[in-house]
């Protein structure tokens, strides 16, 4: 195998035949990097040298422990000057001037009165007091001799030495002479360590105060991640608000603000306390700074809560422990206690917890409900769990419409007497007929109370879940009526309003769940008629008013500033069914969450309690049914039935229909086709004739109307 090889030779130098070189194209390299300056060089060594974590490290301990010893020094002198002066007392007066308390300010003058009496005896007793001291000094030191004089002359006696008599004097002398030499020696090394004990002593001051700035803490101190709250730190955070009328004030107050507080109080996973504004300071310039405060006092902002109590010029902060509220609940006793009943007139549904950790539970006794909140908060959830709670009451009556359709109410199969789940216009249209037909009933039960002040009626609940498909739905009737929209002729608002104004009295309540509420798909007189409001996440404020009213929001209510997917089932609920603490116009509260299977569970519970009372049947849209026919059908060729069996033979000809009548029901068809049922041999009866008489007056008059 033959190698190339390559011959350097001159360009004069001609090649030889036995070889044959190779000719290379010689590429000269580049040229050499220009070096970098040196005042480049060292400025970015200086940079990574200065901008170097140790660096920092080493600069913020240097600045810390100096300014420890420093500061602590300031904080020492001032701790003396308070105990020779009456300055500390100066100072509690003018904070109770600036806060308006002139009982307080009476008090600490009352005070600060006696410090100066007490202090001017003192100052008085030292005018005699060197004169005092010298009698003293020459009466001790003259006994003192004497005493050890008589000692002496005891041990000369006892031994029979007269030299004894000034042992203990001499043994005296040389103990002095002892104790000045040990401070002549100590003396000097106490000079010298005396400063470094005294900057020491500063030091340990300052830290334990932290008396340096915060870039300079360590990191731990510095973050202040799950720091608890003093009032010192309180005040800290309301004087760094950028309020420059709290700030002055503050600086003012001769306790830089701690007159300002009340009592820090432990309310479940956080504290509470009062803070009383001075004067020249609104609650609304406080509240307005919520996300800053909550800053301030190292926590996020839906960590911290203000509220207006009854006092005036007065807010009350709830500052959660770090961390505390993304800690869910734990599960609802409807869950865990199967023995559980309710009582629809005197119980209250276990819905969740308050801030404080304390149970929340829900009155629902003659209250129409609204629910609202935006989109997959938990508004479903919240509202199912306060119907299985009511539907554990076998009296109480449900007509459902879920406009979602996702089978979030497919529990209720069974306890509801109609339910319509799904969200065309078609299930609108049920939902609207389903709302007059309660209507219908309201009004029947008020014709009853007016004959029978004491009627009592079954609770019946009338819940319409995505009620804003029902407001924006477009679909119109036969008269040109729509189903949707808040006019006077729009069926589902009317229908609503008129059982938001009357429904109450004869226990027929409207219970409404929306979503990202608006003038449109929830009109203002339809929101306002819920006792009971109740509110998730939100977007914007106003909507926040539009949930809850004007004067919730106001006192503090603010579910605009829950947490979006964060916050799912925290509810701020503004009603008189819940206890919510004085001077405050709504509460939080976190829901207990119950899943599909769970909320099944507890439906097969309720089903059980009304088995053999009241069989119900959730039914998608009654059929027409002609109720004077279908009686005269059940009386037959009988001259007259007694009321009871034909209710009987009602039922059994069409259960959906008739399965819950009453005698009521049946005088109510009666009457209205003139043949009213009467009295024989002391039983109520049907009879045939009037019927059949109703029936073909009836009739004429529909072929007269058609001609």
């Known amino acids: 195998m033959s190698e190339n090889v390559v011959h350097l030779h001159k360009p004069t130098d001609p090649p030889t035949p036995d070889t044959a070189p190779t000719v290379l194209t010689v590429v000269p390299d580049a040229p050499p990097a220009r070096p970098m300056p040196l005042w480049v060089r060292s400025g970015r060594a200086i940079k990574t040298g200065v901008t170097h974590e140790r660096t920092k490290s080493v600069v913020r301990a240097t600045a810390r422990h100096g300014l420890y010893t420093f500061n602590g020094g300031r904080i020492a002198a001032r701790r003396a000057w308070d105990g020779r002066t009456g300055s500390r007392y ?44 010298a009698k003293g000094v020459a009466v001790g030191a003259g006994m003192s001799i004497g005493v050890l004089v008589a000692l002496g002359v005891v041990m000369a006696i006892s031994t029979g030495r007269v030299g004894d008599v000034i042992t203990p004097l001499a043994a005296t002398v040389d103990f002095i002479a002892l104790l000045i030499r040990i401070v002549q020696i100590v003396w000097g090394p106490a000079l010298t360590i005396g400063p470094f004990l005294a900057l020491l002593a500063l030091w340990s001051v300052g830290r334990k105060q932290h008396a340096a700035p915060a870039w300079a803490l360590p990191a731990n101190v510095r973050s202040g991640e799950g720091e608890p709250i003093t009032p010192s730190i309180v005040v800290k955070a309301l004087r760094d608000l950028g309020v420059p009328a709290l700030r002055n004030a503050i600086k003012e107050m001769g306790d830089a603000g701690a007159s300002m507080l009340g009592p820090i109080r432990i309310a479940g996973c956080g504290v509470e306390v009062d803070v009383t504004l001075p004067s020249g300071v609104s609650t609304v310039e406080v509240q307005h700074k919520r996300r800053k405060l909550a800053e301030n006092l190292t926590r996020h902002e839906h960590e911290v809560f203000i509220t207006i109590p009854t006092a005036a010029r007065t807010v009350r902060l709830w500052i959660a422990d770090s961390g505390a509220l993304d800690e869910p609940i734990g599960p609802s006793p409807l869950v865990t206690d199967e023995t559980l009943t309710a009582d629809y007139a005197k119980g209250k549904a276990p819905w969740g917890q308050d801030l404080r950790g304390d149970a929340a539970s829900m009155s629902v006794y003659q209250r129409h409900l609204l629910v609202t909140g935006l989109s997959n908060q938990g508004k479903t959830a919240a509202l199912r769990a306060l119907a299985l709670w009511l539907s554990l009451d076998r009296s109480v009556q449900f007509w459902l419409a879920d406009l979602k359709g996702a089978g979030d109410w497919r529990p209720f199969d069974g306890i509801a007497s109609v339910l319509i789940q799904g969200p065309t216009d ?57 189903y949707g929209g808040s006019k006077a002729t729009s069926r589902y608002f009317m229908a609503v309003r008129k059982i938001h104004n009357q429904g109450r009295a004869v226990d027929v309540l409207m219970w409404q769940g929306t979503q990202d509420p608006t003038d449109q798909n929830l009109p203002k007189l339809v929101r306002e008629g819920a006792h009971t409001r109740a509110s998730l996440a939100l977007g914007t404020e106003q909507q926040s008013r539009m949930a809850l009213g004007d004067k919730a929001v106001n006192g503090g209510a603010a579910p605009h500033l829950l947490r979006q997917g ?19 116009a709504s509460i939080t509260v976190r829901t207990h969450f119950i899943d599909d299977d ?74 209205a086709a003139g043949a009213s049922p009467y009295k024989s041999d002391g039983v109520m009866c049907v009879a045939r004739d009037r019927v059949a008489r109703a029936l073909a007056d009836r009739n004429t008059e529909g072929s007269a109307s058609a001609e």
């Open 426 to 482: 078609d299930h609108v249209i049920q939902a609207t007929e389903m709302a007059e037909d309660a209507v219908t009933e309201m009004n029947r039960r008020l014709e009853i109370r007016q004959k029978d002040p004491t009627a009592k009626f079954p609770p019946l609940i009338v819940l319409v879940d995505e009620a804003q498909v029902a407001f924006m739905c477009p679909a119109k009737d036969e008269e040109n009526r729509p």
């Open 598 to 671: 769970a909320a099944q569970a507890i439906a097969d519970r309720a089903k059980a309690l009304r088995d053999g009372v009241t069989t119900l049947h959730a039914i998608a849209h009654e059929e027409e049914h002609d109720a004077l026919a279908d009686i005269a059908a059940v009386i037959g060729d009988a001259t007259r039935v007694r009321t009871k069996d034909v209710l009987a033979r009602l039922a059994a000809l069409n259960t959906a229909a008739y399965g819950d009548w009453s005698f009521l029901d049946l005088k109510r068809v009666l009457d």
């Open 566 to 584: 964060l916050d799912k089932g925290t509810l701020v609920v503004a009603s008189d069914g819940i206890a919510i603490p004085a001077g405050q």
């Open 90 to 133: 100066e100072r509690m007066i003018r904070a109770a001037e600036a806060a308006g308390n002139l009982e307080a300010a009476e008090e600490w003058e009352e005070r600060l009165q006696r410090f100066r009496a007490a202090r001017h005896h003192r100052r008085m007793d030292l005018l005699h007091s060197p004169v005092d001291a």
